[in-house]
């Protein structure tokens, strides 16, 4: 039984929305009842520029999948503070009052322990959700942004993808040697996609950028490119151009408020509280 599954029979009943159209028709929505757990975002750090992301996130969460108000909590700062959002939540009977959701593309031990330790200290009872990703849709919505900048082309010709303007490409992610394991992950699920060899480094990790795009070419790789393994909220977002320039190389957009993040935190949200009320 899939986690959709397993969280559908552990929350209260739910129903299937009407298709909206666009790319994800026909996903199913994670439509809530009124009183259910609120689903807050975690953001790494302070409000700041670009952050305005999570907010945009927050709407399509409620808007496609959940009705009810997404909220978005910052781990540090007085602005929109992750307790400050707990706080003004009321308590719910018998269960959590909020689920919290890390927004971030994949395990961080940092923020992972943050959130952890808001939660335990939160004025509500609440729950730690997982982060988005590693997951499938995290490579698509990759694969959507590299098509975005024009370099890889999204239509597919018996199943597989036809690259244009790269041959391969850098999966560079925030975080070191862990964070890099994780987004292997994504990044053989993006090359799957792509039909071309994918490497992945740190993006803070100069250095190593140049040595997996030096593999590319080796492997007989004529253009390169990346594609930032991350929402555009990270410290790191601002090291993408330095990281292009460093080896030649084109580079997407940061995921943004892609609709499969929206749909990952929908997903989160339900594991959690799913797992949640089955203890």
């Known amino acids: ?95 959590p009052a909020a689920v919290v959701v890390p927004l971030s593309t994949g395990p961080d031990p940092a923020l992972d322990a943050a959130v952890r330790a808001a939660v335990a200290n939160a004025p509500v009872p609440a729950v730690a959700a997982e982060p988005l990703g590693p997951h499938p849709l995290i490579a698509e919505a990759l694969h959507d942004r590299l098509a975005d900048a024009g370099l890889a082309r999204a239509d597919r010709i018996r199943m597989m993808t036809m690259v244009t303007a790269a041959s391969g490409f850098v999966v560079a992610t925030p975080g070191g040697a862990d964070a890099v394991r994780q987004a292997e992950v994504t990044g053989v699920l993006l090359a799957s996609r792509l039909a071309a060899p994918v490497f992945t480094a740190s993006l803070a990790d100069e250095a190593a950028v140049k040595a997996v795009a030096e593999q590319l070419r080796a492997t ?31 580079y997407a957009a940061p995921l943004g408020a892609h609709p499969a993040l929206a749909r990952l935190a929908a997903l989160r949200y339900v594991e959690a509280l799913a797992t949640a009320l089955a203890d």
């Open 1 to 95: 039984m899939s986690p959709e599954s397993q969280a559908s029979e552990a929350l209260p009943s739910r129903r299937r929305r009407t298709p909206r159209g666009g790319r994800h028709r026909g996903d199913e929505s994670f439509l809530l009842p009124p009183g259910s757990p609120a689903l807050v975002l975690a953001v790494p750090g302070a409000r700041r520029p670009g952050t305005e992301i999570a907010d945009e996130l927050a709407r399509l969460v409620e808007i496609e999948h959940t009705g009810q108000r997404a909220h978005v909590g910052h781990l540090e700062g007085n602005e929109a503070s992750l307790h400050g959002v707990l706080a003004g939540l009321p308590r719910q009977e018998g269960e």
């Open 220 to 250: 007989g790789a004529a253009s390169v490119a990346i594609a930032p393994h991350l929402i555009g909220i990270e410290p790191e977002t601002a090291f993408v151009p330095a990281a292009g320039e460093a080896i030649g190389a084109g």
